[in-house]
């Protein structure tokens, strides 16, 4: 069993900034990468940004310059920060991992997620 707890997401006006966190817990061996989607009303979930032996990361074209991911391997977990929002920022946003279990089995899933709302 693997489970995946998003927090962190809220209301915060255009320019305002959310630190997401994502903690993975349950039956983990390692975990080859972590990362965020979204998914706007209407949209298809999207990938936001992903990070790969707590090195490698690639962003969303749109994201790229305003958020950083980055994962504390000690606590398996991911984090998201979000400076400069914009409206089409607003999606609920899922945690993703790519992990391999203790059984030996490979894991790939997402989070509840956590919503995100850019007002003005």
């Known amino acids: 069993q693997v489970q995946l707890v998003e927090s962190g997401g809220g209301l915060v006006q255009p320019g305002g900034s959310l630190r997401l966190s994502c903690v993975a817990s349950?039956?983990?061996?390692?975990?080859?990468?972590m990362g965020w989607f979204r998914q706007a009303p209407g949209k298809q979930r999207e990938l936001v940004a992903i990070?790969?032996?707590?090195?490698?990361?690639n962003y969303l074209d749109s994201v790229k310059g305003r958020f950083t991911i980055s994962r504390d391997n000690t606590k398996n977990t991911v984090y998201l920060q979000m400076n400069s929002l914009k409206p089409d920022d607003t999606a609920v946003y899922y945690c993703?991992?790519?992990?391999?279990?203790?059984?030996?089995?490979?894991?790939?899933?997402w989070g509840q997620g956590t919503q995100v709302t850019v007002f003005s």
């Open positions: 993703y991992a790519d992990l391999q279990t203790t059984s030996d089995v490979r894991y790939h899933g």
């Open positions: 349950g039956s983990i061996f390692s975990i080859d990468a």
């Open positions: 990070i790969t032996n707590g090195v490698t990361t």
